[in-house]
């Protein structure tokens, strides 16, 4: 039990951290996160991912669909995926709300069959 209050204890701290510059999570500010060597900074960056993908496939079973992650995915995976497209990215949405292009970077990479369909 100890640890799990540890962590979360470490990650509300990191989130307060993070959240001082603006009311979200940029493009670059994602990026700059997740390649830091500052440890808190990158638990920063692996629980916003993995509450991100968490959400994703809470909102897919409540509208009914499919669930895109059929595979335990391992958060160096993730971020790996998520990080390579935003880097694509980020000279034209820099400043613009990471999770956007964070999700459809997931989509194509677990999802890319189903992203068309969904938005019907």
């Not at 959400?55 to 669909?65: A, G, L, P, S």
Request: proline share 5%; net charge neutral; charged share 20%.
């Amino acid at each position: 039990m100890y640890p799990a209050v540890l962590l979360c204890c470490l990650l509300l701290a990191t989130t307060a951290k993070a959240a001082e510059a603006g009311p979200y999570v940029t493009v670059s500010a994602l990026l700059r996160l997740c390649d830091s060597n500052d440890r808190e900074q990158e638990f920063f960056c692996r629980g916003y991912l993995s509450g991100l993908t968490d959400t994703i496939e809470d909102v897919r079973r409540i509208n009914k669909n499919a669930p895109c992650i059929t595979r335990p995915i391992q958060v160096e995976e993730l971020k790996g995926v998520v990080v390579a497209y935003l880097r694509t990215h980020v000279r034209d949405d820099a400043d613009k709300p990471a999770v956007s292009l964070a999700s459809i970077a997931i989509g194509q990479a677990w999802c890319p069959g189903q992203a068309n369909s969904d938005h019907r």
